[in-house]
């Protein structure tokens, strides 16, 4: 092995500096692997992937300029909008969700941020669907004060809000709201007492730097959350980001492994992007410490992998859900 191979396999750093982050990236792909793996094993069952199902409450319309964002009211994409959903159409999708496997429900709202007024009719959603049985968890823009407690009273597990890409980058993405509110609104779910659900999506053009920047944002939150998504970027026609160059598949895979040793005990979701990666490029996700996959034919707006075909590539790599 190299000097700056065990350099980098030796560190194990209270905060994660962007430089090493990138030496972590740019490890030889196997080197990396086994590193993950290793992490991956000391903390997790390696053959068990946590099942989450999103449903859009609220769709289209949305005012802010995301640049990846099918949902902003300002691109013309072919999403429909679609006033929030009635109770009982979120309880029937949640129980079917549940009758599939999945453990964890993700409401997906399409706001800058809830009114005072969606918060009631969210935390309706939000207990019914604990009262099934399932994990609740949901995305629902930035927070006021006393919003974050509003929801972790009407039973919230998880909020999820993403930091989406490394400060430095974050400009050429998103205009209408900084990365200080993004780590505002995180810093208010965290004292309300929910687990922090926050990752970002690669493939939007990013240099390997800025995926390193990224992580290491992720990483030195204190604590680190205890979700993170990892998104490859859906390219929905009609969006700024439509035709950038897509990212190569073993470099989303660094990403993963990235993510899984600088938050050993977290949960590293392999998110959107899934239709268009083969069942190989999973596998390869899953072995750098991937435990968790959003479950069910549809993310909020886009497609993602029919339940069966993820029920038969668990079950050619012995994955177990949970
Ligand atoms: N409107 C809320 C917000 O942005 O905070 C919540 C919903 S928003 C759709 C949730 C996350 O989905 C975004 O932060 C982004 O990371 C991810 N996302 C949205 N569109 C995407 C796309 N085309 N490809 C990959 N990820 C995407
Ligand atoms: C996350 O990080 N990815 C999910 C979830 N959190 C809400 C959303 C992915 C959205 C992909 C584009 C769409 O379907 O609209
Ligand atoms: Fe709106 Fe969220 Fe889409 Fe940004 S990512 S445009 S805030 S729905």
Redesign the pocket.
């Known amino acids: 092995m190299n000097q700056s191979v065990s350099d980098v396999i030796s560190i194990k750093p209270s905060v994660w500096m962007v430089p090493q982050v990138e030496a972590l990236l740019d490890l030889p792909f196997s080197d990396l692997i086994h590193r993950a793996q290793l992490i991956h094993r000391q903390y997790h069952d390696a053959n068990a992937v946590q099942l989450s199902t999103l449903i859009s409450v609220k769709t289209g319309g949305?005012p802010?300029?995301?640049g990846y964002?099918p949902?902003?009211a300002r691109y013309h994409t072919s999403v429909e909008d679609q006033e929030m959903l009635s109770l009982t159409e979120v309880i029937d999708t949640a129980r079917a969700a549940k009758a599939k496997g999945a453990s964890r429900f993700c409401m997906g709202a399409?706001?800058?941020g809830p009114k005072q007024r969606d918060i009631g009719k969210i935390s309706e959603m939000i207990s019914s669907v604990k009262a099934l049985g399932l994990e609740t968890c949901a995305t629902l823009?930035m927070l006021k004060p006393g919003q974050a407690d509003q929801l972790r009273q009407a039973g919230l597990d998880y909020y999820n809000h993403n930091l989406d890409t490394a400060p430095e980058f974050y400009g050429e993405v998103?205009t209408t709201r900084d990365y200080q509110d993004r780590l505002d609104t995180l810093d208010q779910v965290r004292a309300a007492g929910m687990n922090v659900c926050c990752g970002g999506i690669v493939g939007m053009g990013e240099s390997r730097q800025a995926r390193a920047g990224l992580i290491a944002q992720l990483a030195n939150l204190n604590p680190y959350p205890d979700s993170v998504p990892i998104n490859n970027l859906v390219q929905v026609p009609g969006t700024p980001l439509h035709g950038t160059e897509a990212l190569d598949h073993f470099e989303f895979v660094r990403t993963i492994a990235a993510a899984r040793i600088t938050m050993p005990k977290a949960m590293v979701r392999l998110s959107a992007g899934r239709q268009e990666m083969s069942e190989a490029v999973q596998a390869l996700c899953f072995l750098a410490g991937a435990n968790s996959i959003f479950y069910g034919d549809k993310l909020l707006t886009t497609g993602n992998p029919e339940s069966q075909r993820d029920d038969n590539l668990f079950q050619k790599l012995g994955i177990h859900s949970i």
Do not use: F, L
Request: proline share 0%.
């Open positions: 949305c802010e300029d995301c964002c949902q902003a399409a706001w800058r823009g998103i």
